[in-house]
């Protein structure tokens, strides 16, 4: 089964992104912190990680760079999923090495479709 994470420091966005996860039949693995979500990418090796920037500790960005920088998992694709939509802060998403970009507040339909396009290109 294919393993997502899903790091986001708010609790409703993580049950609404892991539900429509869940209802695409992949596996949802959840962290609440930066830390918590390298830690998770580095122990379970998601297909996908999708990470909000704004998290205590560590933030979306810090883990995405981190995960391109560490060749154990750099194959991790990144989804930034963030109340952060300035043009600058889409910019310092990608210069970070994320693969896509969702800005909050988001339709969920949008998101499964992009989440389903990644994960198609990463079984190619």
Known sequence: MTLVLVADDDADIRDLVTFKLEQLGVEAIIAEDGSQALAA??????TLAILDISMP????IDVCRM???DPEIADTMVLMLTARA???D???GFAAGADDYVTKPFSPRELVSRVQTM???AQT
């Not at 990418?41 to 998601?46: A, D, G, S």
């Not at 500790?57 to 979306?60: A, D, K, V, Y």
């Open 41 to 46: 990418v580095r122990e379970r090796h998601p």
């Open 57 to 60: 500790g560590l933030s979306g």
């Open 67 to 69: 995960i391109r920088a």
């Open 86 to 88: 300035q043009e600058q």
């Open 90 to 92: 889409v910019e310092h």
């Open 119 to 121: 994960l198609s290109r």
